[in-house]
C-alpha cells in the first residue's frame, strides 16, 4: 500500500501568512494527487486534481505543485476561511489512501 | 442541485451488522463511480470502498475486505454498504461521494465529490 506522510500536522499562523503543506507518497504516484478542506463538523471540500490544477470555484490564492512523491499545497495569503485540515489523497493505486491531515489554526 | 443523502447510521454492538444507503439526485447516477470514505471522530479521512457505474468492479480497504460490501441499485439512484462483523474501530462517520474526474490526453483524474452529509456508526457494547 501506498503510505502518505503530510507535514507538518498542524501549524499556527496568522490571516494575510504564506502557508506550505507537504505530502510524500512512499512510492511514485506521478501526479495522481488531489487536495481537500475539510471544516469542523462538515463534509470535505476538493481544491485541487493532478497535483496543481485548481477545481472550479477554488480561490487563486490556493495553489499545488509536485510529482512523484513530493506535493505541496500552498496558500499564498491566508484568509479567515481558510482555516481548517487540509488533506491530500492518492489515486495511482489501490488502496487509495489520504495523508493524516494538516490542521491550520489561527494564531 | 447535486446532492447526496446518507441515511441508516446508528449504534450497533460489536459482531452486529448495518446497512448504509445513500440516495443521489441532480445528475446521472449511472454515469459515475461511487465511493464510501470514512473518518473516525476526532481522526483523519480513510476511504472504504469504490464500485463501478454497473457494479462490476469493487475496491475495498483490506481492513473491511470480506466484512464490508459495496453495491449500488441504478434504478433507484441509490449507493449502498452493507457492513457485517463490526469492530470497534468501524466506528465513524461514512461519507458516501461520487468520483469525478477528468481526462486531459488520455489520463483520468479523479476527486470525491460532491460529498454527502455523513452518517455516524457507533460501534460498541
Known amino acids: 500500500d501506498i503510505q502518505m506522510t503530510q507535514s507538518p500536522s498542524s501549524l499556527s499562523t496568522s490571516v494575510g501568512d504564506r502557508v506550505t503543506i507537504t505530502c510524500r507518497a512512499s512510492?511514485?504516484?506521478?501526479?495522481?494527487l488531489v487536495w481537500y478542506q475539510q471544516k469542523p463538523g462538515k463534509a470535505p471540500k476538493r481544491l485541487m486534481y493532478a497535483a496543481s490544477s485548481l477545481l472550479s470555484g477554488v480561490p487563486s490564492r490556493f495553489s499545488g505543485s509536485g510529482s512523484g512523491t513530493e506535493f505541496t499545497l500552498t496558500i499564498s495569503s491566508l484568509q479567515p476561511e481558510d482555516f481548517a485540515t487540509y488533506y491530500c489523497l492518492q489515486h495511482n493505486s489501490y488502496p487509495w489512501t489520504f495523508g493524516q491531515g494538516t490542521k491550520v489554526e489561527i494564531k | 442541485e447535486v446532492q447526496l443523502v446518507e441515511s441508516g447510521g446508528g449504534l450497533v454492538q460489536p459482531g452486529g451488522s448495518l446497512r448504509l444507503s445513500c440516495a443521489a439526485s441532480g445528475f446521472t447516477f449511472s454515469s459515475y463511480w461511487m465511493s464510501w470514505v470514512r473518518q473516525a471522530p476526532g481522526k483523519g479521512l480513510e476511504w472504504v470502498a469504490n464500485i463501478k457505474l454497473d457494479g462490476s468492479d469493487k475496491y475495498y480497504v483490506d481492513s473491511v475486505k470480506g466484512r464490508f460490501t459495496i453495491s449500488r441499485d441504478n434504478a433507484k439512484n441509490s449507493l449502498y454498504l452493507q457492513m457485517n462483523s463490526l469492530r470497534a474501530e468501524d466506528t465513524a462517520v461514512y461519507y458516501c461521494?461520487?468520483?469525478?474526474?477528468?481526462?486531459?490526453?488520455?489520463?483520468?483524474?479523479?476527486?470525491?465529490?460532491?460529498w454527502g452529509q455523513g452518517t455516524l456508526v457507533t460501534v460498541s457494547s
Open positions: 512510492q511514485d504516484i506521478r501526479n495522481d
Open positions: 461521494a461520487r468520483i469525478g474526474g477528468v481526462a486531459p490526453a488520455g489520463r483520468w483524474y479523479s476527486w470525491f465529490d460532491p
